[in-house]
């Protein structure tokens, strides 16, 4: 029997039938049989003998017929269970009754036995229903061939019935025990993944801490670095004009301003890391107060201008342009030589372009090792999916190009 139809419930109604129901049916027909008229002396003394035989088979056998039963002990107590009817039909045809329990039998003899004992099983019943099994050229011959092919179509079509709804059981038996395995995969699958997860939060933190410290020292350049600079530098145009105490005043103070803003920079950058500038302001608006402090230091003339239609982006997009714009600045006033540049913010639908010209000496940006102004430009845009594109040649002035994603 076939494994899958063990958990069945009308295989187990089917069990539950095939153990209980023969001696039971044994018993009526036996009790049935005296009360056919005829010669009780022979008749009872064989029929004693057959009746005792199918009744010790009946219990022994279906004691020992379980769910998971190999084939082939069934096919074997069929085949007894089949002789034993038979005979009893043959002894008296009230046995019939004992016979109905063959079909039981039957059922679990798999798909290539099953319709060939519902057709035994049929043969013997018909002998009980039509008064015989045939014994010439005669009516009653005739009727069992009747009752045979009427009784023979029914079993063949349930049996037909019968293995295709059993088919249809052990498909669904393998779909389940598929699903089963796919379960068992995908919970796998999952803790794999979860597994997988916790190692790339783990290398996440670890990449986050490096950026950070390359944000940090991004941070401390654009703001102590820079500052410094722009002190040393009024410092250094004071000792020229030393001697004219009007512009010795001028740059004394503006040394003085530039210290203490960047004094308040460097306090505000480490409670938020967030250029001062864009507090309360929208990103034109703080670049174009860059540029006019800038211009106001450096003696060149700064102009900014902004295209499109303004929006507000993200607020880790603005300071890292903020941070681009202000580095490209301090590089024109440390290098470049100019006399004029060019500050725009173009808005796109999909993305922020921030380009700063300038009609300074140039330099090959192939060249250029420059310690971090670029570099540092570019890790920050990197990390926003921004981009950053030098022009420039010697004579022609140098044009930076940032666009980042909106």
Same mark, same amino acid.
């Given at each position: 029997? #076939?494994?899958?139809?063990?958990?069945?419930?009308?295989?187990?109604?089917?069990?539950?039938?095939?153990?209980?129901?023969?001696?039971?049916?044994?018993?009526? /027909?036996?009790?049935?049989?005296?009360?056919?008229?005829?010669?009780?002396?022979?008749?009872?003394?064989?029929?004693?003998?057959?009746? +005792?035989?199918? $009744?010790?088979?009946?219990? +022994?056998? =279906?004691?020992?017929?379980?769910?998971?039963?190999?084939?082939? %002990?069934?096919?074997?107590?069929?085949?007894?269970?089949?002789?034993? +009817?038979?005979?009893?039909?043959?002894?008296?045809?009230?046995?019939?009754?004992?016979?109905?329990?063959?079909?039981?039998?039957?059922?679990?003899?798999? %798909?290539?036995?099953?319709?060939?004992?519902?057709?035994? /099983?049929?043969?013997?019943?018909?002998?009980?229903?039509?008064?015989?099994?045939?014994?010439?050229?005669? @009516?009653?011959?005739? =009727?069992?061939?009747?009752?045979?092919?009427?009784?023979?179509?029914?079993?063949?079509?349930?049996?037909?019935?019968?293995?295709?709804?059993?088919?249809?059981?052990?498909?669904?038996?393998?779909?389940? *025990?598929?699903?089963?395995?796919? #379960?068992?995969?995908?919970?796998?699958?999952?803790?794999?993944? $979860?597994?997988?997860?916790?190692?790339?939060?783990?290398?996440?933190?670890?990449?986050?801490?490096?950026?950070?410290?390359?944000?940090?020292?991004?941070?401390?350049?654009?703001?102590?670095?820079?500052?410094?600079?722009?002190?040393?530098?009024?410092?250094?145009?004071?000792?020229?004009?030393?001697? *004219?105490?009007?512009?010795? /005043?001028?740059?004394?103070?503006?040394?003085?301003?530039?210290?203490?803003?960047?004094?308040?920079?460097?306090?505000?950058?480490?409670?938020?890391?967030?250029?001062?500038?864009?507090?309360?302001?929208?990103?034109?608006? $703080?670049?174009?107060?860059?540029?006019?402090?800038?211009?106001?230091?450096? @003696?060149?003339?700064? @102009?900014?201008?902004?295209?499109?239609?303004?929006?507000?982006?993200?607020?880790?997009?603005? *300071?890292?342009?903020?941070?681009?714009?202000?580095? $490209?600045?301090?590089?024109?006033?440390?290098?470049?030589?100019?006399?004029?540049v060019a500050v725009t913010l173009t808005y796109l639908e999909d993305a922020l372009l921030l380009d700063v010209h300038d009609d300074g000496s140039g330099f090959d940006p192939e060249a250029t090792t420059d310690g971090y102004g670029l570099v540092g430009?570019?890790?920050?845009?990197?990390?926003?999916?921004?981009?950053?594109?030098?022009?420039?040649?010697?004579?022609?002035?140098?044009?930076? #190009?940032?666009?980042v994603p909106l």
């Amino acid at each position: 029997m #076939n494994d899958r139809t063990v958990d069945d419930p009308w295989q187990a109604r089917l069990d539950r039938m095939r153990r209980f129901l023969p001696v039971p049916l044994l018993a009526v /027909s036996t009790v049935a049989s005296f009360a056919v008229p005829g010669d009780p002396s022979a008749r009872v003394r064989l029929e004693a003998v057959f009746v +005792a035989a199918a $009744a010790i088979w009946s219990v +022994a056998v =279906t004691a020992r017929l379980r769910p998971g039963t190999p084939t082939t %002990k069934h096919v074997l107590a069929y085949a007894v269970h089949s002789v034993l +009817a038979g005979v009893l039909v043959g002894i008296d045809l009230t046995f019939g009754i004992f016979a109905y329990s063959g079909f039981l039998f039957a059922y679990p003899l798999g %798909k290539r036995w099953r319709t060939a004992g519902f057709g035994v /099983s049929a043969l013997i019943v018909s002998a009980s229903l039509s008064g015989g099994y045939p014994t010439g050229l005669n @009516g009653q011959s005739l =009727t069992y061939l009747v009752v045979a092919a009427v009784l023979l179509g029914l079993v063949f079509n349930a049996a037909s019935i019968t293995n295709r709804a059993l088919e249809q059981n052990e498909e669904r038996g393998r779909v389940i *025990d598929q699903l089963a395995e796919a #379960n068992r995969r995908l919970e796998l699958s999952m803790a794999e993944n $979860a597994q997988l997860h916790a190692r790339l939060l783990v290398q996440a933190r670890d990449t986050g801490v490096v950026e950070e410290r390359q944000r940090l020292a991004g941070e401390i350049h654009d703001t102590l670095a820079q500052g410094l600079t722009g002190i040393i530098a009024q410092l250094a145009a004071a000792e020229h004009v030393r001697h *004219d105490p009007g512009q010795l /005043s001028r740059h004394l103070e503006l040394a003085a301003s530039l210290a203490r803003a960047n004094l308040t920079e460097a306090r505000r950058s480490v409670r938020a890391l967030r250029p001062g500038q864009l507090e309360g302001v929208d990103l034109p608006e $703080a670049i174009g107060v860059l540029a006019r402090e800038w211009s106001d230091r450096s @003696g060149v003339a700064a @102009g900014v201008e902004t295209t499109g239609t303004p929006v507000r982006a993200a607020a880790g997009v603005e *300071d890292i342009l903020f941070r681009v714009a202000q580095e $490209a600045l301090s590089n024109v006033a440390k290098h470049a030589d100019a006399t004029q540049v060019a500050v725009t913010l173009t808005y796109l639908e999909d993305a922020l372009l921030l380009d700063v010209h300038d009609d300074g000496s140039g330099f090959d940006p192939e060249a250029t090792t420059d310690g971090y102004g670029l570099v540092g430009m570019r890790e920050r845009l990197a990390r926003i999916g921004g981009t950053l594109t030098i022009e420039s040649g010697a004579g022609y002035g140098t044009t930076l #190009n940032a666009a980042v994603p909106l």
